[in-house]
């Protein structure tokens, strides 16, 4: 069986929910994870913000809105009047929910319950449709199976014993549906795979069941070979391995969440990135093969602030580098690259939450400087095999700009450079310029 993950935007409107039809109703069994239409968690995160803030009436007012939103969609979705009044019924009844919080204390546990609200109306809105239409399907809720331990990891004995509990239920459909993203913890309380975690979903379900492919749907072909965004003539990349997918998933290719794929990688699961837009696009395949040597992607991360403690008593020392991980560790912050000399570290982060607290406690160590504003351009690729001239050939396309840091040979499948967010733009230009249209022309 295989396991198709729909996007935010590929159940976004009535009009994706229904085309949504044709890409899932044919002969093949198939699983299907959905996540909350585009927006909503969105907004369901502000909500629970206003109601950390006890701003009630900016909560409520953001409810309302959204409950529009969604009569609105209803009242597009279905064709007969029953099944918009039991759309409308069940609508009514997860915003009455929702506004119950908005009298009571406000804690992490009714945040999480509020934010998988989204998920829980996509997939029923879905299925309603879907039974409006007389199509057979069963929707499976992912709260009676997926589920995270203390660590907040999948707890794969559980929800395998749970998951084909479930699907025995419903044996004989051949169109299942669930949703993405939500789960319970260790507790049993409501909880989430965190945000963009329904492709966790998908991949995690896909490892439990053995599918043949895991299929991860959003609104572009694939794998692009540099960042559309900044540079014209990215071509989709068609096959990519497990290692190299994970590397630009992390940096910076929003198309895939860096984690999700893990599971499938563990069990040998093809992967394959598809466009709802272009459903005949083969879009990008994952696997744990590695179909060509050399360098495949580039892909640029922003908001990196690099940090740089200069000490001599990192001289001969041993120790040092574990007390400043070590600092790291405590506020919570993961570091992306690093690099030494015999009197210096330089580290980089994303996310500046703790940098304050951070710098006080690196000072203790030597001389502190940080350096906001810098961008991480990753060179994705398999270098494993021919390990000769590729960094060269990657110096050589960035020589008119200032490189801040450079991580080699971390992974064969990547090579990272530090550069200020103001060189990105003429970064990927000339790596693409020397790496790809060169290629093209040979
Ligand atoms: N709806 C969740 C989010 O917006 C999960 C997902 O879309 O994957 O983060
Ligand atoms: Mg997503």
């Not at 585009?38 to 629970?48: C, K, R, Y």
């Not at 546990?109 to 057979?136: C, M, P, R, V, W």
């Not at 330089?346 to 939450?353: A, E, G, V």
């Amino acid at each position: 069986m295989k396991v198709l993950k729909f996007g935010g935007t590929s159940v976004g409107t009535s009009d994706r929910l229904k085309a949504l039809i044709d890409l899932v109703v044919n002969e093949e069994p198939k699983l299907v994870v959905l996540s909350a239409m585009a927006g909503t968690t969105d907004s369901m995160v502000d909500i629970t913000e206003s109601l950390y803030q006890n701003k009630k009436k900016d909560a409520t007012n953001i409810i309302d809105k959204l409950q529009k939103k969604y009569n609105k969609t209803i009242d597009e979705l279905y064709a007969s009047e029953e099944w918009k009044k039991k759309a409308i019924k069940m609508i009514d009844s997860h915003f009455a929910y929702i506004r119950s919080f908005t009298i009571k204390v406000f804690t992490k546990l009714q945040e999480k319950a509020i934010l998988a609200q989204g998920e829980l109306i996509s997939t029923a809105l879905f299925h309603y449709l879907l039974n409006e239409q007389n199509i057979d399907s069963a929707l499976i809720p992912a709260l009676n199976f997926m589920r995270i331990d203390k660590d907040g990891e999948p707890d794969y004995f559980y929800i395998t014993e749970n998951l084909n509990r479930e699907l025995e239920k419903v044996k004989g459909t051949e169109l299942i549906i669930t949703q993405g993203y939500i789960c319970r913890n260790a507790y049993g309380e409501i909880d989430n795979l965190k945000r963009g975690g329904s492709d966790y979903t998908a991949s995690i379900i896909g490892s439990i069941i053995q599918s043949e492919e895991v299929q991860i749907w959003t609104d572009i072909n694939g794998f692009r070979n540099n960042d559309p965004r900044y540079i014209d003539n990215t071509v989709v990349i068609r096959e990519l391995s497990f290692d190299e997918a994970a590397e630009l998933a992390y940096f910076g290719a929003k198309i895939l969440h860096p984690t999700s794929i893990l599971p499938c990688k563990e069990k040998n699961i093809p992967v394959r990135l598809k466009n709802t837009l272009e459903p005949d696009d083969p879009g990008t395949l994952i696997t744990g093969k590695y179909f060509e040597q050399g360098i495949k992607a580039i892909a640029v991360k922003d908001g990196i602030t690099a940090i740089k403690i200069k000490s001599t008593r990192m001289l001969l020392a041993y120790g040092f580098l574990r007390r400043v991980f070590e600092i790291f560790e405590i506020y919570k912050t993961s570091i992306d690259m690093i690099t030494t000399s015999e009197i210096a570290v330089s580290i980089t982060i994303d996310d500046p939450t703790y940098l304050n607290n951070v710098e006080k406690e690196l000072g203790k160590f030597g001389i502190v400087e940080i350096e906001k504003g810098q961008s991480i351009i990753c060179i994705v690729g398999d270098f494993l095999a021919e390990r000769k001239g590729y960094a060269m050939k990657i110096l050589e396309a960035l020589k008119e700009i200032p490189i801040r840091m450079i991580s080699y040979g971390g992974s064969w499948y990547n090579i990272s450079v530090l550069i200020g967010t103001q060189h990105k733009k003429q970064a990927l230009q000339a790596l693409h310029d020397s790496l790809f249209n060169q290629k093209q022309i040979n």
